[in-house]
C-alpha cells in the first residue's frame, strides 16, 4: 500500500467535498460509503483495503472541519 498515493488521493476527495451541506458527521455528507468505495474504485483503482485507509483518513479530515 502505498501511503503517499493514498494520502493524495484523501487531498483530493477533501477538496472535491461541498461542506456547505449540515451534516452531523462525514458518514451523513453528500457521500455514502457504498458510492464513496465506487467512486474510489472507478477513479482511483483502489482495492478495498486501500479504499478503507482512505475512508479512514477522509472521515478524520471532515469530522474535524465539521467540529471547526
Do not use: P
Not at 488521493?9 to 461541498?18: A, F, L, P, S
Not at 455528507?29 to 483518513?57: D, G, Q
Amino acid at each position: 500500500m502505498n501511503k503517499e498515493f493514498l494520502n493524495r488521493v484523501v487531498d483530493h476527495i477533501v477538496k472535491e467535498t461541498r461542506m456547505d451541506c449540515q451534516a452531523l458527521s462525514y458518514r451523513n455528507t453528500c457521500w455514502s460509503a457504498f458510492f464513496f468505495s465506487c467512486h474510489c474504485k472507478n477513479i482511483y483503482a483502489l482495492n478495498e483495503k486501500e479504499i478503507a485507509y482512505v475512508w479512514n483518513e477522509y472521515g478524520n479530515i471532515i469530522n474535524d472541519k465539521i467540529n471547526e
